[in-house]
């Protein structure tokens, strides 16, 4: 059971560019949950999302931020247009389907991302 | 706005002694989860304690939950250099939907 798979671990993109990071859940876990950490702060949420379906984006930036969990393959959390400020570790959890009473998640490694 | 606070922002200590780091929260919750965090690293979940908790025990840690001050504590006993990491609050107030909001964490540093 390798846990929840983050990929890439570190990635450097200018200003502009796009960034793509991939999460692939748990084995056994059907939901997916991205948050962002910026340097010296907690974790702040972005986006809950189930096979196929967004569950909850309160957290997600209007614009240049998606997010999708397919059918088939990873869930991506895509960033169009990198600027400065999106530089920061960006954290893949997940947890079981129909995990009642309460969520424990379980976190990746994230993706470190620095954009020039 | 900020739902978890937590204090101190860094704590140093000798291996052996107690680390107590506490947290604040704003509004009605279903449970509190602990986190810690190595340096570089994700997040590991250390312990949940419940609304209807008060106190709840696992291994060498210890947590409070008080509702009525919106407060809690995470108490390490006994110590170890292996200790040193990020401690995080994190609290579910929206129905267990994994919607996690973080404090800004506790930097523990346990020396040898």
């Known amino acids: 059971n390798a846990g929840v798979m983050q990929n890439p671990r570190h990635l450097v993109r200018r200003r502009g560019q796009e960034a793509r990071l991939r999460c692939s859940p748990m084995?056994?876990?059907?939901?997916v949950y991205w948050y962002r950490q910026l340097p010296e702060e907690g974790l702040k949420f972005m986006v809950y999302?189930?096979?196929?379906?967004?569950?909850?984006e309160s957290g997600m930036p209007k614009e240049r931020f998606s997010a999708e969990f397919p059918k088939e393959g990873p869930s991506i959390l895509r960033i169009q247009q990198v600027v400065r400020g999106d530089s920061a570790a960006y954290f893949c959890a997940s947890s079981p389907q129909g995990s009642s009473g309460a969520n424990v998640l379980t976190f990746g490694a994230g993706s470190r991302l620095t954009v020039l | 706005s900020q739902q978890g606070e937590e204090d101190p922002q860094a704590l140093s200590i000798q291996e052996g002694e107690n680390a107590t780091m506490n947290c604040s929260y704003k509004?009605?919750?279903?449970?509190l989860q602990w986190y810690r965090q190595n340096s570089g690293r994700g997040l590991v979940h250390l312990i949940l304690?419940?609304?209807?908790?008060r106190e709840k025990h696992s291994g060498r840690l210890r947590v409070t939950l008080d509702t009525s001050k919106k407060s809690s504590s995470l108490l390490i006993t006994a110590s170890r250099a292996a200790d040193t990491a990020s401690y995080f609050c994190?609290?579910?107030?929206?129905?267990?939907?994994?919607?996690?909001?973080f404090g800004q964490g506790t930097t523990l540093q346990v020396k040898p």
């Open positions: 084995k056994g876990h059907s939901h």
């Open positions: 994190a609290t579910d107030a929206f129905g267990n939907t994994g919607k996690l909001i």
């Open positions: 304690i419940r609304s209807n908790e």
């Open positions: 999302l189930q096979k196929e379906n967004i569950i909850d």
């Open positions: 509004t009605s919750i279903n449970n």
